[in-house]
């Protein structure tokens, strides 16, 4: 089943984000860039952020191409703090010294085994995705509270079930569900919002190319209720509704995007892909 062509201007306004200030955290390809791009259609100043500069580069020029808006880039890498502060502050603050809107999005993954999975792998990606969502929020928490803005953090489906090879990825993406719905009882008091998406998989990102290998895809693409895969665009949609006044009553909830998927399988190619009988398509 193909995806439907919907563009995000035919359900939101095109000012929708008007003199709002977004920050998109690992903005420079998949999900992170497609979010950065819609939040600039709809009228927002968008700041990408990631550790490739020559990508971040490209995808502003995308952005503008695509949007006719200026897009500011920042190298950085989310696990170092005294980094984040120092390229951030002066863009934003020569952005008005505020931010409306920050999606975490930048993220670390690939397939492993518990019995190959070394401690500093598991480290890696808990401090990516969890400490690197937790060190951003703290290094833009005054800005935020400023603003009475809003935090998008992308999250995953892994940990609503037991994923096989993916201990690591879902222990860290557990643990930003947590931090949603904590951060939410603590700051909604300073008017601001945060939510998070939950993405199935989207078979155009590089991510999910390397976690569907092989006969993983068709199996994968059986198991999805709507039967097909999701596409950037769906990610866009929802992250736009969560970002904007429509969602003004909306906090602490981790939102599913991915047509049913996580209703219906344990895993792609299970248990061949645990016994070894189904290689495994990825650099452990």
Not at 7 to 13: A, C, E, P, R, W
Not at 51 to 79: F, I, M, P, W, Y
Not at 142 to 154: P, T
Not at 240 to 267: K, Q, R, Y
Request: hydrophobic share 45%; net charge positive; proline share 4%.
């Amino acid at each position: 089943m193909a995806a439907p062509t919907v563009s995000t201007t035919s359900v939101f306004s095109a000012d929708l984000l008007r003199d709002k200030v977004a920050l998109v955290t690992g903005g420079g390809s998949g999900i992170g860039k497609g979010i950065a791009i819609a939040l600039a259609r709809h009228g927002a100043s968008v700041i990408i952020l990631g550790r490739n500069q020559e990508r971040l580069a490209q995808a502003a020029k995308d952005l503008t191409a695509e949007t006719g808006k200026a897009c500011e880039t920042a190298s950085a890498d989310v696990r170092d703090v005294k980094s984040l502060q120092s390229v951030l502050e002066p863009i934003v603050n020569r952005l008005g010294g505020k931010l409306d809107i920050l999606v975490n999005s930048a993220a670390g993954n690939f397939l492993a085994p518990v019995t190959k999975l070394s401690a500093n792998a598991f480290k890696t990606v808990i401090s990516i995705d969890l400490l690197g969502t937790f060190n951003v929020i703290k290094v833009c928490q005054d800005w935020l509270i400023k603003a009475k803005g809003n935090i998008l953090n992308i999250s995953a489906t892994l940990q609503y079930r037991g994923t096989p090879l993916q201990t690591h990825a879902a222990a860290a993406k557990a643990g930003i569900d947590s931090l949603t719905k904590t951060i939410a009882t603590e700051w909604g008091v300073h008017g601001v919002r945060i939510n998070g998406i939950a993405p199935g998989p989207i078979a155009s990102t590089e991510g999910w190319q390397r976690l569907l290998p092989g006969e993983a895809r068709d199996q994968a693409l059986r198991n999805i209720p709507l039967q097909r895969f999701g596409t950037v665009g769906d990610i866009e949609q929802a992250a736009l509704f969560l970002t904007s006044p429509a969602a003004s009553w909306v906090t602490g909830h981790t939102i599913v995007v991915d047509g049913g998927e996580w209703l219906t399988s344990v895993f792609y190619g299970y248990p061949d892909i645990v016994t070894g009988k189904m290689p495994l398509d990825a650099k452990l």
